[in-house]
C-alpha cells in the first residue's frame, strides 16, 4: 500500500441501530491508524462493508455488492464486518476472492491487530471468534463525531433463542455493560452538546439478568442492576434533554419502566414492543416465551400510564405452518394494540436456526397476500393514529435537512415520529416547536411556531 498518502477508508452499512454504531467504532479505530474517511470506493485503500443478515437473502447482496465495489476498487483491500462475515466466516474468502479481511461482530477492537497483518504481507486476515467474556468497545464521547443524537450500547448479544433468529449465532450471547459505565458516558455526550440518546441492545429491558455472569468486569453487585433502576439513573444523572431505548422484549418488559418513564420528562414517550404474532400456537413455535395475553398486559401497561406513549411493533408474516387462523389472529391483535408504526416482514429461513429446519408450508403468493393485508390495515390505523396530531404543536429535534427537498429541515419528536418542515440549516441541533399542518404516510410536515 502506497504510504506517500494519507490512506482513505471507505465504509458501508447495512442493518440496525447497532451496526451504525458498530461502524462509529470501526471508523474511529481506523482512524487511529490512520485511515481518513472518503465516499468514494474507488479512492478507497481500505473498502469495509458492515454487513445485516436479519432479511432474505442477504448473504447474496452482500456479494453482489462486493462485484461492484471490486470493479471500483482494483488492488485495494476490501473488508466484511458484522453479522455475515460472523455467520460465513472463511466461506467469506471461498465465495469471493477478492475479500482479505472477515471482521466477526466481538472483533472490532481487534482491528489493529488484522490490518497489521494485511499491511505487513498477509493475503488474508481473520477474527471470527465469539465469548461471553468478550469486552465492550467503547468509544469515547470526545471521539464521537459531532451530532445531536448518539447510540449508547447497553447490552450485546441475546439469550432467547427464538427458533427464526441467528442473532445469538452472530452477536454471541448476552451481555451488560456496567452501569456506571453507561451513566458516565451518558453524561459526557451531554457535556458535548448532544441532545438525544437511544440505549441500544438486542433485548435493552433483559439488561443485567445475565451481566454478572457475562461480563469480565469485577465490580460490585450494584454495577448491575434492573433495566428499570438503569433508566432512572441514566434520566436522573446525565443531563441529557431526549432518552429513547429499542428494542424491548415483552417477555421482560415490566410495569416498572413505564413508572420510571412517568417519573423523568426526559424518558421519551416511544416503545418499540415487537409481537412478531398473534398466535399462541406460532408464538410457541417460535420460541418466544410469552402469550398472546403476556403480550397484552404488558401493553396495557403502556396504555394506562399518564403520558401519551406510542407503541411500534413487529410481525412475521408466513412463520412454517402459519394457517389463515392464525394470521387472522395476528390481524386482531393489530387492531386490537394500534400500533403508531410497524415493522413487517416476511418470513425467510436464517441460517444455523431451528426454524430453518422447519416444512415452510406457506407459499410466498400466500405471504405476498398476507403481508398486503396487514400493511393495509396498519395504514388505516396509523392514518387515524397520526390524526390526532393536526393541528398539535410537536417538539422536534432538528437534525438535518430533508432528504427529499433541500429546502426543508427534518427531525424527529419524543414520540419518534418523522417531521419535516421549512427552515434555516442555523436550526440543526436545537429543539424546536413545530404546529403540524398535514398528515403524510409516515411522517408529519408542519411550521415553527
Same mark, same amino acid.
Given at each position: 500500500?502506497?504510504?506517500?498518502?494519507?490512506?482513505?477508508?471507505?465504509?458501508?452499512?447495512?442493518?440496525?441501530?447497532?451496526?451504525?454504531?458498530?461502524?462509529?467504532?470501526?471508523?474511529?479505530?481506523?482512524?487511529?491508524?490512520?485511515?481518513?474517511?472518503?465516499?468514494?470506493?474507488?479512492?478507497?485503500?481500505?473498502?469495509?462493508?458492515?454487513?445485516?443478515?436479519?432479511?432474505?437473502?442477504?448473504?447474496?447482496?452482500?456479494?453482489?455488492?462486493?462485484?461492484?465495489?471490486?470493479?471500483?476498487?482494483?488492488?485495494?483491500?476490501?473488508?466484511?464486518?458484522?453479522?455475515?462475515?460472523?455467520?460465513?466466516?472463511?466461506?467469506?474468502?471461498?465465495?469471493?476472492?477478492?475479500?482479505?479481511?472477515?471482521?466477526?461482530?466481538?472483533?472490532?477492537?481487534?482491528?489493529?491487530?488484522?490490518?497489521?497483518?494485511?499491511?505487513?504481507?498477509?493475503?488474508?486476515?481473520?477474527?471470527?471468534?465469539?465469548?461471553?467474556?468478550?469486552?465492550?468497545?467503547?468509544?469515547?464521547?470526545?471521539?464521537?463525531?459531532?451530532?445531536?443524537?448518539?447510540?449508547?450500547?447497553?447490552?450485546?448479544?441475546?439469550?432467547?433463542?427464538?427458533?427464526?433468529?441467528?442473532?445469538?449465532?452472530?452477536?454471541?450471547?448476552?451481555?451488560?455493560?456496567?452501569?456506571?459505565?453507561?451513566?458516565?458516558?451518558?453524561?459526557?455526550?451531554?457535556?458535548?452538546?448532544?441532545?438525544?440518546?437511544?440505549?441500544?441492545?438486542?433485548?435493552?429491558?433483559?439488561?443485567?439478568?445475565?451481566?454478572?455472569?457475562?461480563?469480565?468486569?469485577?465490580? =460490585?453487585?450494584? &454495577?448491575?442492576? !434492573?433495566?428499570?433502576?438503569?433508566?432512572?439513573?441514566?434520566?436522573?444523572? $446525565? *443531563?441529557?434533554? %431526549? @432518552?429513547?431505548?429499542?428494542?424491548?422484549?415483552?417477555?421482560?418488559?415490566?410495569?416498572?419502566?413505564? =413508572?420510571?418513564? &412517568?417519573?423523568? !420528562?426526559?424518558?421519551?414517550?416511544?416503545?418499540?414492543?415487537?409481537?412478531? $404474532? *398473534?398466535?399462541? %400456537? @406460532?408464538?410457541?413455535?417460535?420460541?418466544?416465551?410469552?402469550?398472546?395475553?403476556?403480550?397484552?398486559?404488558?401493553?396495557?401497561?403502556?396504555?394506562?400510564?399518564?403520558?401519551?406513549?406510542?407503541?411500534?411493533?413487529?410481525?412475521?408474516?408466513?412463520?412454517?405452518?402459519?394457517?389463515?387462523?392464525?394470521?387472522?389472529?395476528?390481524?386482531?391483535?393489530?387492531?386490537?394494540?394500534?400500533?403508531?408504526?410497524?415493522?413487517?416482514?416476511?418470513?425467510?429461513?436464517?441460517?444455523?436456526?431451528?426454524?430453518?429446519?422447519?416444512?415452510?408450508?406457506?407459499?410466498?403468493?400466500?405471504?405476498?397476500?398476507?403481508?398486503?393485508?396487514?400493511?393495509?390495515?396498519?395504514?388505516?390505523?396509523?392514518?387515524?393514529?397520526?390524526?390526532?396530531?393536526?393541528?398539535?404543536?410537536?417538539?422536534?429535534?432538528?437534525?438535518?435537512?430533508?432528504?427529499?427537498?433541500?429546502?426543508?429541515?427534518?427531525?424527529?419528536?419524543?414520540?419518534?415520529?418523522?417531521?419535516?418542515?421549512?427552515?434555516?440549516?442555523?436550526?440543526?441541533?436545537?429543539?424546536?416547536?413545530?404546529?403540524?399542518?398535514?398528515?403524510?404516510?409516515?411522517?408529519?410536515?408542519?411550521?415553527?411556531?
Amino acid at each position: 500500500m502506497d504510504s506517500s498518502h494519507n490512506k482513505k477508508l471507505y465504509l458501508e452499512t447495512w442493518g440496525c441501530q447497532m451496526n451504525v454504531h458498530d461502524s462509529e467504532k470501526a471508523s474511529h479505530i481506523l482512524e487511529g491508524l490512520g485511515y481518513e474517511q472518503t465516499s468514494d470506493p474507488g479512492a478507497a485503500d481500505l473498502v469495509l462493508l458492515n454487513t445485516c443478515m436479519v432479511r432474505e437473502k442477504a448473504e447474496r447482496k452482500v456479494y453482489s455488492r462486493i462485484g461492484n465495489i471490486r470493479n471500483a476498487a482494483g488492488r485495494r483491500i476490501i473488508g466484511v464486518m458484522g453479522c455475515v462475515a460472523q455467520a460465513e466466516a472463511e466461506r467469506v474468502f471461498e465465495r469471493s476472492p477478492d475479500v482479505r479481511l472477515v471482521v466477526g461482530t466481538q472483533s472490532i477492537g481487534k482491528l489493529p491487530e488484522l490490518v497489521a497483518q494485511l499491511e505487513s504481507g498477509f493475503h488474508r486476515a481473520i477474527d471470527v471468534r465469539l465469548s461471553k467474556d468478550a469486552d465492550f468497545v467503547e468509544l469515547a464521547p470526545e471521539k464521537r463525531r459531532a451530532g445531536v443524537v448518539a447510540f449508547i450500547t447497553i447490552t450485546e448479544g441475546c439469550d432467547k433463542f427464538c427458533s427464526y433468529c441467528i442473532v445469538p449465532f452472530t452477536r454471541g450471547r448476552e451481555r451488560s455493560r456496567p452501569a456506571s459505565s453507561i451513566v458516565a458516558e451518558a453524561k459526557a455526550l451531554a457535556s458535548r452538546g448532544v441532545k438525544e440518546v437511544h440505549l441500544l441492545g438486542q433485548n435493552v429491558n433483559s439488561y443485567g439478568l445475565s451481566g454478572r455472569r457475562t461480563s469480565k468486569t469485577k465490580d =460490585n453487585d450494584s &454495577e448491575w442492576t !434492573t433495566f428499570a433502576d438503569l433508566l432512572d439513573r441514566v434520566a436522573s444523572e $446525565s *443531563g441529557l434533554s %431526549r @432518552i429513547k431505548f429499542t428494542t424491548s422484549y415483552p417477555k421482560d418488559f415490566t410495569a416498572d419502566i413505564v =413508572n420510571v418513564i &412517568e417519573n423523568h !420528562t426526559n424518558l421519551c414517550e416511544w416503545i418499540h414492543l415487537p409481537a412478531q $404474532s *398473534g398466535s399462541d %400456537r @406460532i408464538l410457541r413455535m417460535m420460541r418466544r416465551g410469552y402469550t398472546r395475553r403476556d403480550y397484552l398486559d404488558r401493553i396495557s401497561y403502556i396504555k394506562q400510564s399518564t403520558r401519551d406513549i406510542s407503541i411500534t411493533g413487529d410481525f412475521i408474516i408466513g412463520f412454517p405452518g402459519e394457517t389463515e387462523d392464525d394470521f387472522a389472529q395476528s390481524l386482531e391483535l393489530a387492531a386490537e394494540v394500534e400500533y403508531d408504526g410497524l415493522y413487517i416482514f416476511n418470513y425467510s429461513p436464517r441460517p444455523h436456526t431451528p426454524a430453518a429446519a422447519f416444512a415452510d408450508t406457506v407459499p410466498d403468493s400466500i405471504k405476498a397476500e398476507r403481508f398486503a393485508r396487514m400493511q393495509e390495515l396498519q395504514r388505516r390505523i396509523q392514518s387515524r393514529r397520526y390524526s390526532r396530531y393536526l393541528g398539535m404543536v410537536v417538539e422536534v429535534l432538528v437534525e438535518g435537512e430533508s432528504a427529499r427537498s433541500g429546502q426543508d429541515l427534518t427531525g424527529h419528536t419524543r414520540c419518534q415520529k418523522v417531521v419535516n418542515f421549512k427552515g434555516g440549516r442555523a436550526a440543526v441541533g436545537d429543539i424546536v416547536n413545530i404546529r403540524v399542518t398535514e398528515l403524510r404516510a409516515n411522517s408529519l410536515y408542519g411550521e415553527q411556531v
